[in-house]
């Protein structure tokens, strides 16, 4: 029998408010089965702010998160417009995101950089016109 | 001090009550919920003047157990509801960002460690 876990989410993307649910509920699953808390907490932060990311730029996505004793793996996939400059994207403070954005809080140009410093391995795959592929894990011990 | 006391020291309006025992240590001001999320590490206390369900999101992922709304501002049902569910209290004072983080912080509340 396999000990690894898998759970399938769709993000919304017409609804800003509901941001968040899929990482909320992966949250609470890890917490049911008594997971390290620090990954817990690396899992929901990184999640979380992917899960923002396809809302404010991709109309929503994906997600696919297994998880096993080891480790946690997370898969966040969207069909938006693709990263152009992955290397920019990745610096702190860069952000292409519109200033409703902003007033509501996001688009700092933090949160790739902070899903990169959130997980031990983060994989980017993007194409533009095509969509954008993120693959990030954590360890139950770092 | 505990999350009651917070509320007495602020003058607040509790909105949402979740564990108003709960000790807590630190806090943490902003309105820039990226930023709570990339430099938050153990505080338990959010004040902010953003008014969105996010805030309440952003709070569930740090393991925060309170949150300020300050200037006086009026979260919007889906935001207590949202709170309710994940057993967060809502405070609301009418203090600015700045002197509530200063009531608090001379009350022996800290902002943890530097970045």
Do not use: W
Request: charged letters at 25%; a negative charge.
């Amino acid at each position: 029998m396999s000990n690894t876990l898998s759970f399938d989410y769709i993000v919304p993307g017409d609804d800003f408010t509901r941001a968040g649910e899929a990482s909320s509920d992966v949250k609470h699953k890890l917490k049911q089965i008594g997971y390290d808390s620090d990954a817990i907490r690396r899992v929901a932060i990184a999640m979380y702010e992917g899960e923002i990311n396809m809302v404010i730029h991709a109309g929503g996505g994906k997600a696919h998160v297994e998880i096993s004793p080891e480790k946690i793996e997370m898969t966040l996939a969207d069909n938006g417009p693709g990263i152009k400059d992955v290397a920019l994207a990745m610096r702190e403070g860069y952000s292409t995101a519109p200033d409703n954005v902003r007033a509501l809080g996001f688009g700092a140009g933090m949160g790739l950089p902070n899903m990169k410093k959130s997980t031990d391995a983060m994989e980017i795959d993007t194409a533009i016109g095509t969509g954008t592929t993120l693959h990030m894990t954590v360890y139950a011990k770092r | 001090m505990t999350v009651n006391d917070v509320a007495s020291i602020l003058n607040a309006q509790i909105l949402s009550a979740g564990d108003l025992n709960a000790e807590v240590k630190t806090a943490c001001g902003s309105d820039m919920m990226s930023d709570v999320l990339a430099f938050v590490k153990d505080q338990s206390v959010l004040l902010t003047g953003l008014n969105n369900p996010q805030v309440v999101r952003t709070a569930e992922m740090m393991d925060m157990r309170c949150i300020i709304f300050v200037r006086g501002k009026e979260p919007t049902e889906d935001v207590l509801a949202l709170a309710r569910q994940k057993g967060i209290t809502i405070l609301k004072t009418e203090h600015r960002l700045f002197t509530a983080c200063g009531l608090l912080y001379s009350n022996g509340l800290s902002g943890g460690d530097k970045i």
